[in-house]
């Protein structure tokens, strides 16, 4: 194996997870970000002195994280620190997926003894719930991997002829219609309403409940940060706040240097990766949600019984996806508030709030004193019978908006960037990790696996960098 010069442009998951596995085969990396800090858009903040992370704000499926590290390992000289020592990472689980709030409806998932749903949601996880294994093997394994067939076949046999969410639940006529709403809503992970999304994700509320939700102590920023340290323990080099302002074929140049390259791995959104080509972007004909996002210091505690993670549900889904594909904002839309008392996971003093707002991707700055803002934060507080508005808590905030996340080269803030068919949102995504045209330039992160979150993204960086691994003869 003859090392070659490679660079890795953007520090988010999917560029860290590749410059770590390529740094530790050998091979002289070097990763550019424009940004200040590690993992693009799961960023760490700091409001009033308490750590605050943004971005994924669960991980499921850390069975893509062992896979990352396992790899890393096997890659390795022999004798070398194995990923686990070099950079621990302590995951913890949630009592629950999450709250839902939905027409008067309320029930965590999975659904507690007593509630109506319970029947109705035991049948479903009994029959989806077993499938995350299948699910962690189609997401890190190469598609064309015969591993890929029974996996497969596992899922699909679920499906029958219903390949979306929306045709699949609708056959569910067992299930009762709220509750189908609430497993459906999960789409939103992947930023578009569940007709344009594959059933596997009907799965997915299941398969979290079976195989729990968790959250490293610390933060989901842990993730990055592990990756950053798995990559620079290897060899790799990171370099902060540097533009890359254009590349080619053995050649990057940012805005205060120039690199000689073999190869290039690209972890940027879609868009931004043409123009640096001197590719105009070609105008998406859908985009995927955007977000508000209301990262706040509580004066006090909320109630013993508000849970990690709340979702309060719009009474009309229909007119939310309608909002995300004319870019208007709805009436109402669906809101997390992700709470964490004062040394709950993060060594904060105070109690910590991520309210956040699926919204159009419009490009628009919001502040929390927008009246769409305070009028859903208003509804949250309805909603989860709190004893003062949310908004009358805050003492310190900060909103990312959807001309923050358009600074990162989608379309009007779209969180996954353009929106694909539904068929498109498996093995057969577009684009690709390579192309024929272009064999010295590879992609990764959410370009080629938009939605998902955390672990599609890092079962995608496997993928492309395996194949790159076994092109270079490591």
């Known amino acids: 194996m003859t090392p070659r010069r490679i660079v890795v442009i953007g520090a988010g998951l999917g560029g860290l997870a590749s410059a770590a596995l390529l740094a530790r085969a050998g091979h002289d990396v070097t990763v550019l970000d424009r940004n ?8 760490r903040i700091d409001v009033a002195g308490q750590r605050i992370d943004t971005g994924p704000s669960l991980v499921t499926f850390p069975a893509a994280i ?34 839902y709030f939905f027409r008067g409806d309320v029930a965590n ?17 009994a029959e989806h719930g077993p499938l995350g294994q299948n699910i962690t093997t189609m997401l890190t394994n190469d598609p064309w991997d015969s591993a890929i067939y ?4 596992g899922l699909f046999s679920h499906y029958g002829t219903r390949l979306n969410t ?38 997915m509320p299941a398969v979290m409940s079976t195989d729990g939700v968790w959250v490293p102590t610390g933060g989901v920023n842990e993730i990055p940060q592990m990756l950053a340290r798995l990559a620079t323990e290897s060899g790799a080099t990171i370099r902060l706040g540097e533009r890359v302002t254009s590349l080619s074929r053995g050649r990057v140049v940012t805005d205060t240097a120039e690199y000689t390259t073999d190869l290039v791995v690209s972890g940027l959104d879609a868009d931004v990766l043409e123009g640096l080509l001197g590719r ?17 210091v509580l004066d006090e505690e909320l109630p013993a019984d508000v849970v990690t993670h709340s979702v309060i549900m719009p009474d009309d889904p229909a007119d939310l996806y309608e909002s995300i594909r004319t870019t208007t904002l709805p009436k109402q839309t669906m809101a997390f508030l992700n709470y964490y008392r004062a040394g709950q996971i993060y060594p904060n003093t105070r109690p910590t709030a991520a309210i956040l707002l699926t919204a159009p991707p419009d490009g628009k700055r919001y502040g929390i004193e927008h009246e769409w803002v305070q009028r859903e934060m208003r509804r949250i507080t309805e909603v989860m019978s709190l004893p003062r508005q949310l908004a ?41 990790y390579t192309s024929p045209l272009r064999p010295w330039l590879w992609r990764v992160g959410a370009s080629v696996h938009p939605g998902g979150g955390i672990p599609a993204v890092l079962g995608g960086a496997l993928i492309a960098t395996n194949r790159l691994l076994a092109k270079l003869g490591t």
Request: hydrophobic share 40%.
């Open 36 to 43: 200040e800090w590690i993992g693009g858009k799961s960023r």
């Open 66 to 99: 062992d896979k990352i590290l396992d790899r890393f390992d096997e890659v390795g000289p022999a004798g070398a620190r194995k990923a686990r020592d070099i950079a621990p990472l302590d995951l913890q689980r949630l009592p629950e997926v999450g709250r």
């Open 392 to 432: 009358d808590m805050i003492t310190d905030h900060t909103v990312l908006h959807p001309e923050y996340f358009a600074g990162f080269g989608a379309v009007g803030g779209a969180l996954y960037g353009e929106g694909h068919p539904w068929w498109q949102s498996g093995p057969f995504h577009s684009p690709a």
């Open 150 to 153: 029974p996996a497969a076949a």
């Open 109 to 125: 998932l999975p659904v507690e003894e007593g509630h109506a749903w319970k029947p109705a949601w035991d049948r479903f996880e």
């Open 280 to 296: 105009r972007p070609r105008t998406p004909t859908a985009l995927s949600c955007s977000g508000i996002a209301v990262f706040a």
């Open 166 to 203: 929306e045709r699949y639940l609708n056959g569910l006529d067992w299930m009762p219609e709220n509750l189908r709403e609430v497993i459906s809503i999960h789409t939103l992970n992947a930023g578009v309403a569940p007709a344009k999304t594959l059933a596997l994700f009907a799965t």
